[in-house]
């Protein structure tokens, strides 16, 4: 490994390091991925880099030497500090970093993990041969590619951990409704709706399977995944004869939540309908709003998103 | 929820710790905790489903009792060696003395490990797939206490029910998140593949390669929802690794330990081909050595839980669904592959959602594959890779055949990345065995 030998002596590896910190802070402020969309080689490919130079690189020279030190004096303030903003997202809510102080946590990420990496490399450098004969240049490539690998990988793991930790950390009592409205929202809360302001024997008309309901009461098996034991029956975007339902029907009133075309898409039932009382779901919780006795329906008289008609 | 988790641990430790100390008796620990909780859980979940089929509900007493009666007998047989197993175990814990980069290791293994488990243990089951089917099954398992109130349509019986099973277990136990199972899952990936690499590798090196193994990105992101594609990779890749070391190890344990966690992957998923590429490996190895008599083995391990689910699916849907069946299908694919067209597109589209989503590890695996090709001392290692070539056969001709079977396959980038997962143990498992032989050639 001459080329070794010959960078051994330079400013190289301080260099990487100084250089590495600076793309992984500047991609803080800016975005996760801006230097490599700006500049060709993504940062993670000069995190890569920097590790591999430790690993292969004598690190008993000057300047090296003093950059190891900054960075063994700095790793655990970085930490602390990353620490400290993951614990104010998991306390507040999603890109409340972003919102309030204006950089990255997914790229403030990588900056505590660059300088773990290096302290934890400096361990590992003595157990790693520097050369095997027989392949050159091929070994340090492997262990490029692999170093690479894992910094791609560790840094998702540890974002994801730390920031899903640190949610539930400040969300101990959140019961099992409260979780499910964080992962479906307001869907979520129309489903105990209706299981509140329905009987377990009921049959469940639901909207057609197309958009604007697809991702909600257009899927009969996600509706059953909410309303069992009770029947769903699916039904076409006009109902072509109310009269084969008998008593215990109940039809969801849903305005749909993806995009569709003509204008004028959305709500459903699409027809007026003869119903022997109309509920209404509340847009901020689970609870009825209003309810209609003896009424018809009429989808241009809807003011609500969600609500069931009973036949 | 403590009694669901109890009730998990007490299959692992009732069920398939006895069985995994009858067939490998001299296993590395930690592989027979991992193999325990796999092979435990997945037999158990089998005989739920049997014994439902009897026309016993799922209950907490019926479910207590067939413990009881599975784990008793099991136990009694090798009460002696379960207890050694567990003095063995505490006194290699009690001797161990980790070096500074085995405690680095071992410290961020048990930060991922415990992340994981806070997470399922905190979420419920929330996702699509998940929700809709997979747990849906298994509240209604638990609720009515029989499968048929559950299988109203197809769609519910695309799958077998491995997952949906454990899941029932968790509720019928008083559980509400039955996730933590797939944490399970991860960790006996974790354990497994550290126990199985320690058989060839030091310690240090095992312990680093689980650590590149459980930092994969959807192996993490799997083992904190509940969908059956992580289950699937730790029984299929295990499987496959485990014949690896019935070769090198010469003990027929580890080929029976294959068929099961290979059978019990496709308890798990039953669409995918892939233990045909292991039945495919098996068949090859045994006729080349000459023991005929393990193919019969491997079959009548595997093919009864295969065969189970085919026979119950088919008795639901009154589709063809035969093994001969499902083999004679893939043969009329391959018939039918002169159309370099089609081949582009398949490769263009594994290029995009397998090999890219793979990155550097791929390469690294070829470059591998080259160096055990050239280095004389590497060729010993030529299994493991022909192991792994053969399931990426499986994987190229098993998109090819979808690709005809199903028109929709090639624009759904997502199911692949999912199911490519299970290389990733497999790739890295040959690596550290190059990787760690290559040291040795320098020393």
Known sequence: MNLIKKYQKTLLLPFAIGFTFFCLLLETLKYPGFIGNHFYIDAKVYFAVAITLLLFLDTKQKSANFVLRVNRILLVPIFLVYFGFALAEGAHFTNYVLATYHFHLDGLVFVPLFSLSIFVTEKFKDIVPKTIGKIGLVYPLMVFLLVFFMVKNITYVSDTAFNRNSYILFHLRDNYDDKMFYQWQDFYRFMVFVRNNTPTYANIVVSPMQDPWLIGTGNPHFVRAFLYPRKIIQEEKIIPDLSVFGPNTFILISWGKEECKPEGCHGWPRQNIQAKKITYKDPDSEKVIETKENAVYRLEDDQYVYGIIEL | ?443
């Not at chain 2, 994981?116 to 905190?122: A, E, P, Q, R, V």
Request: aromatic share 18%; with cysteine.
């Open chain 2, 1 to 443: 929820m403590i009694f669901s988790i109890i009730f998990i641990l007490l299959i692992s430790l009732g069920v398939g710790l006895p069985l995994v100390l009858l067939l490998i008796p001299k296993q590395h620990p930690v592989a027979t905790m991992a193999s325990s909780y796999l092979i435990g859980i997945g037999l158990f979940t089998f005989a739920m489903f049997l014994v439902n089929l009897a026309g016993f509900r799922f209950s907490l007493v019926n479910e207590s009792v067939l413990l009881f009666a599975i784990s008793a007998p099991l136990i009694f047989i090798k009460k002696k060696e379960v207890k050694e197993f567990f003095i063995h175990a505490f006194y290699l814990v009690k001797k161990a003395h980790f070096s500074t980069v085995e405690k680095w290791c071992l410290g961020f293994l048990v930060f991922i490990g415990v992340s994981s488990l806070i997470n399922t243990l905190y979420w419920p089951v929330s996702l699509w797939d998940s929700l809709v089917l997979y747990d849906f099954r298994a509240h209604i398992f638990a609720a009515s206490g029989f499968m048929k109130e559950a299988f109203i349509d197809n769609y519910y019986t695309g799958y077998p029910l491995l997952t949906s099973l454990a899941h029932t277990i968790v509720y019928i136990m008083g559980g509400e998140y039955p996730q933590f199972l797939h944490s399970f899952f991860y960790l006996s990936l974790g354990a497994g593949f550290y126990g199985f690499l320690r058989e060839f590798v030091s310690r240090k090196t095992s312990l680093f390669f689980t650590v590149i193994l459980l930092i994969v990105e959807p192996l993490f992101y799997h083992s904190l929802i509940s969908y059956t594609n992580l289950a699937y990779t730790v029984y299929l890749s295990l499987g496959a690794i485990s014949v690896y070391l019935w070769d090198k190890k010469k003990e027929r344990g580890y080929l029976i330990v294959s068929a099961l966690l290979v059978a019990l992957s496709t308890w798990t998923r039953s669409v995918e081909p892939f233990w045909l590429g292991v039945f495919i490996v098996v068949f090859i190895v045994a006729t080349y050595r000459k023991k005929f008599r393990d193919i019969l083995t491997f079959t009548l391990f595997f093919f009864p839980i295969h065969e189970a689910w085919k026979v119950f699916q088919f008795s639901l849907t009154e589709k063809e669904a035969s093994t001969v069946g499902e083999i004679v299908g893939y043969a009329k694919i391959i018939l039918s592959v002169f159309d370099p067209g089609r081949w582009l597109l398949v490769g263009e589209y594994l290029y995009t959602y397998v090999v890219t989503p793979w990155g550097t590890i791929f390469a690294v695996f070829i470059i591998s594959t080259i160096l055990m090709l050239i280095l004389r001392k590497l060729r010993k290692f030529f299994l493991s890779f022909f192991i792994t070539f053969t399931l990426l056969g499986v994987l190229v001709l098993g998109t090819f055949a979808f690709s005809i079977g199903y028109a929709g396959t090639l624009a759904i980038g997502d199911a692949a990345k999912r199911l490519s997962m299970l290389f990733y143990p497999l790739f890295i498992f040959c690596i550290a065995l190059v990787m760690q032989e290559l040291v040795k050639i320098k020393k």
